[in-house]
């Protein structure tokens, strides 16, 4: 048996996708910007997704809807455009999080290096970010303040509208950017009222294809674009628009608005399942998704005294396909550095599995996935040092 | 996902000795729980012969797989046998490690070196042996030694901390090391081409050649080899598929004499000879 359990990594592309998207890699191949009729095929084709991405969304106004190769570019092209537009001597502090995804932690990275200060707030035990503090970190000189509207790692959710609105009370210059890639597709989206300035997602993380993202920009917030040549996307990103991609990306949004509810009943019971059942199963088994609000196909848990790549490549033998972090830091060695802000102990920080559901999860493949979890956790503490520990925890 | 030779797939599958020894004549261990990497070697010495050994490990499928070999390797050796044994030799016999796991290694040789100090008591002396197993280990939690901190300035042209964290992955964990590794950059970083003689030119110009670019070249069946050098002139040939390749001429100016220039001095021009 086979069992997919890395959809926060990427997912499998929906039938009904593909075959929307095949007309415009086979006939319809026209450039959307040309002036013959099959190019308004294309261009037709390209305004529809944009409707649906929008619809998505939760916002009217498909012209704030900007198509993108991928999320790190979405993310790149609102941080980096802000800064480029509206920064200065007096406007260069960022706020964000230290749990945020490595494509935009990067870039507050090498804005660093160019003045820019940034303040990073910390998370509890839980996972969960504490607003106030966050709040009480702005000034007249913060210039962005960044949160995620999910976490990759834990699937904690985080208050993005409520932490906007209440930011530009305080402070109604700053611009307010959500790296929204892990809550597309789990969990209601609603931009339409909201304070939020930029939105990214990514395709492949909601069964569109790879290399195909979006960012919202709310009307009126302009920012020096990241992409320059022609005048795709209102000027706002340069290329020849990728048609069949972002088509694949419209119906894959459609199918994921409509699938929402499944999301929150369906794949939350069977995420649950996973969960309790490799919980009650194992003594050394400690939930790292522990935040109130979560999205429903995620669960991260650390085993103690076990190590995560071992803990991996035995699943891998058995067909279960999990992750330890986000797959961007796995070629790395050191911990996860979400799961070290919200402070997890050592012993089972380095055996911390993400396990993440789709909507093409089935029930047998979770209960073979606890079934052998449980298994190969016994098998391997057998190897570990720390036999009295694991003793005293019933292994 | 890392590229595991099978031997290593093997070992983590089916590691050999695992647990412990009843009355073990020596203990060792390495690495720590904060870590993410610990093992703990026992072993049953008889007569100066190692009779049996048996291991603990905490760790990804590598350290597994270096520990469950280093047990296979050592059984039946002496004492003065097993001591020679270095984290290069268990690499080895495992066909490989990819170079972000060689502190498995490391850590199977720290661990036997610790087994065997605790055998031998006050009489242990460190038996000096030309390899980076008996580098002094600067960042413990990596099992990163002085000598892969070097290599990683010579080699990799790493010339910060970040530098050498993403290449050995020395200091990423708990940062203890930090003050070391800035210790040891100040001193090779800074007297980089002023201190060599003409033997150590040489030496450098030809590790330059065997560690950077003939992996290079391998990748497209090529290979190269250093014959020479006259003052600023480096005589190489090249071998495999470079001999008989169109673009050599390019890949002499372009990427070897390029590196040799970044790594060792501006000065230098490659000839093939």
């Not at chain 1, 609105?165 to 611009?175: M, P």
């Not at chain 1, 402070?343 to 089935?362: A, C, Y």
């Not at chain 2, 002396?125 to 030309?130: A, K, M, S």
């Not at chain 2, 005589?235 to 001999?243: A, E, P, Y």
């Amino acid at each position: 048996m086979k069992v997919y359990l890395d959809n926060n990594a990427t997912t499998r592309i929906d039938e009904k996708v593909l075959e929307a998207m095949l007309p415009y890699l086979k006939e319809d191949y026209a450039n959307p910007s040309s002036m013959y009729d099959p190019a308004r095929i294309s261009a037709k084709a390209i305004e529809h997704a944009r409707e649906q991405v929008a619809d998505f969304l939760g916002t009217k106004d498909a012209s704030q809807i900007l198509f993108t190769s991928c999320a790190t570019e979405s993310a790149n092209t609102a941080i980096k455009g802000v800064a480029e537009k509206y920064g200065s001597a007096s406007k260069n502090h960022i706020i964000t999080t230290s749990v945020e995804h490595p494509c935009v932690l990067s870039v507050y990275e090498s804005l660093e290096k160019k003045g820019y200060k940034t303040s990073y707030i910390g998370v509890n035990e839980n996972g969960e970010l504490n607003i106030d503090s966050l709040l009480s970190k702005i000034t007249p000189e913060t210039l962005l303040l960044s949160v995620m509207n999910a976490n990759n790692e834990t699937g904690a959710i985080y208050p993005v509208y409520e932490i906007a609105k209440e930011a530009k009370k305080i402070n109604k210059d700053i611009k307010v950017f959500i790296d929204g890639v892990q809550a597309a597709g789990k969990i209601p989206i609603e931009l339409e009222n909201s304070e939020i300035d930029y939105f990214s997602i990514s395709g492949h993380k909601f069964h569109a294809p790879k290399g195909v993202g979006a960012l919202y920009v709310k009307k009126g917030n302009l920012f020096e674009p990241y992409m320059l040549g022609g005048h795709q996307e209102n000027s706002l990103r340069a290329g020849t628009q990728n048609t069949p991609y972002i088509v694949g990306l419209g119906v894959a949004a459609q199918l994921a608005k409509e699938g929402l509810t499944y999301e929150a009943t369906e794949v939350k019971r069977l995420r649950d399942k996973l969960e309790q059942g490799i919980l009650s199963g194992l003594k050394n088994a400690r939930l790292n998704s522990k935040s109130k609000e979560r999205v429903p196909n995620t669960t991260n848990i650390g085993f103690e005294y076990i190590e995560g790549e071992l803990i991996l490549l035995y699943l891998n033998d058995l067909g279960i396909y999990a992750s330890s972090g986000s797959a961007c830091t796995s070629g790395s060695l050191d911990p996860s550095h979400v799961l070290r802000a919200q402070k997890v102990p050592f012993t089972s920080l380095h055996g911390s599995i993400r396990f993440s559901l789709s909507k093409f999860t089935k029930e047998d493949e979770v209960d073979y996935a606890i079934k052998n979890t449980i298994e190969v956790i016994k098998k391997l503490a057998k190897i570990s040092p720390y036999q009295e520990e694991l003793k005293k925890l019933g292994l | 996902m890392w590229e595991y030779s099978d031997k290593v797939k093997e070992h983590f599958k089916n590691p050999r000795n695992v647990g412990s020894i009843e009355n073990a004549d020596a203990i060792g261990e390495a690495g720590a729980l904060s870590c993410g990497d610990k093992l703990k070697l026992y072993l049953k010495i008889d007569n100066g012969i190692i009779k049996d050994a048996k291991f603990q490990t905490f760790g990804c499928g590598s350290a597994v797989a270096a520990s469950s070999i280093l047990t296979e390797m050592i059984i039946g050796k002496s004492v003065e046998e097993a001591r020679k044994i270095t984290n290069k030799q268990i690499a080895d016999e495992l066909d490989g490690l990819p170079p972000e796991k060689m502190h498995c290694s490391v850590m199977g040789r720290e661990a036997l070196e610790d087994a065997l100090k605790n055998y031998e008591g006050e009489d242990w002396q460190d038996y000096v042996v030309e390899d980076e197993g008996t580098s002094p280990v600067i960042c413990h939690c990596f099992s990163v030694t002085e000598q892969q901190i070097i290599d990683a300035i010579v080699n990799n042209c790493a010339k910060t901390v970040d530098d050498i964290s993403q290449i050995t992955h020395a200091g990423l964990a708990c940062g203890r090391c930090i003050d070391n590794i800035k210790s040891i950059l100040s001193k090779y970083v800074k007297d980089e081409k002023k201190i060599l003689n003409p033997v150590q030119r040489i030496i450098k110009i030809n590790t330059i050649i065997e560690t950077v670019i003939a992996p290079e070249l391998k990748k497209d069946f090529g290979d190269i080899e250093l014959i020479n050098v006259e003052g600023n002139n480096v005589i190489v040939k090249l071998k495999g598929h470079c001999s008989t390749c169109q673009n050599a001429k390019l890949t002499l100016k372009n990427f070897v004499e390029t590196k040799l220039k970044e790594l060792v001095d501006e000065e230098l021009i490659v000839i093939e000879g």
